[in-house]
Antibody, heavy 119, light 107 residues
Framework: QVQLVQSGAEVKKPGASVKVSCKASGYTFTGYYIHWVRQAPGQGLEWMGWINPKSGGINYAQRFKGRVTMTRDTSISTAYMDLSRLRSGDTAVYYC????????????WGQGILVTVSS | DIQMTQSPSTLSASVGGRVTITCRASQSISSWLAWYQQKPGKAPKLLIYKASSLESGVPSRFSGSGSGTEFTLTISSLQPDDFATYYCQQYDSYPLTFGGGTKVQIK
């Protein structure tokens, strides 16, 4: 069965960077885009961008450009999201999600990881 | 960016009742709309894609309709497991955007 397993919770200081991982299993990793979506405490969902695991191509939401980097390692079926220059407003649960047959909706989600930015 | 507006933001309903949630897009998105269910502390779960296509394994009491700018999610007979927050999401254009959510509470 399809599974996306994310790394553990992180606590970072303002100005630092965080790199979270998302290990895929149960399907062909290069066959579906991986998206990253975040959710601040008590808030709604915010799309950050996607990576094409096959080509490495990326598409970032404008508001994260310059701060986010999405990469992948096909040898271990893992996608990564690196967010730099963290601020308190980046405190959120970060989810990876696998796209559906159309690259837009998200049929499978990781469990989410809480990134806390605090001095 | 396309704005997605859900209504109501909260609703109270009884088990067995019929629930309808509306999602409006700030511009036409054809049928490129998905619906998700999220329970506290859990990741969202896909219910509906392409406005009305039921995701595999999702109970048939969930249905979606609409096109263009107005969409609805209907739960025909609310079950105890359905009390959750529901989000719509457009994937017509980037950035992908979500509605603000509708929390379905027990009446």
């Amino acid at each position: 069965q399809v599974q996306l397993v994310q790394s553990g919770a992180e606590v970072k200081k303002p100005g630092a960077s965080v790199k979270v991982s998302c290990k895929a299993s149960g399907y062909t990793f290069t066959g579906y885009y991986i998206h990253w979506v975040r959710q601040a405490p008590g808030q709604g969902l915010e799309w950050m961008g996607w990576i094409n695991p096959k080509s490495g191509g990326i598409n970032y939401a404008q508001r994260f450009k310059g701060r986010v980097t999405m990469t992948r390692d096909t040898s271990i079926s893992t996608a990564y999201m690196d967010l730099s220059r963290l601020r308190s407003g980046d405190t959120a649960v970060y989810y990876c999600a696998r796209a559906g047959d159309a690259n837009g909706y998200h049929g499978y989600w990781g469990q989410g990881i809480l990134v806390t930015v605090s001095s | 960016d396309i704005q997605m507006t859900q209504s109501p933001s909260t609703l109270s309903a009884s088990v067995g009742g019929r629930v309808t949630i509306t999602c409006r897009a700030s511009q036409s998105i054809s049928s490129w709309l998905a619906w998700y269910q999220q329970k506290p502390g859990k990741a969202p779960k896909l219910l509906i894609y392409k406005a009305s296509s039921l995701e595999s394994g999702v109970p048939s009491r969930f249905s979606g309709s609409g096109s263009g700018t107005e969409f609805t999610l209907t739960i025909s007979s609310l079950q105890p497991d359905d009390f959750a927050t529901y989000y719509c999401q457009q994937y017509d254009s980037y950035p992908l955007t979500f509605g603000g959510g509708t929390k379905v509470q027990i009446k």
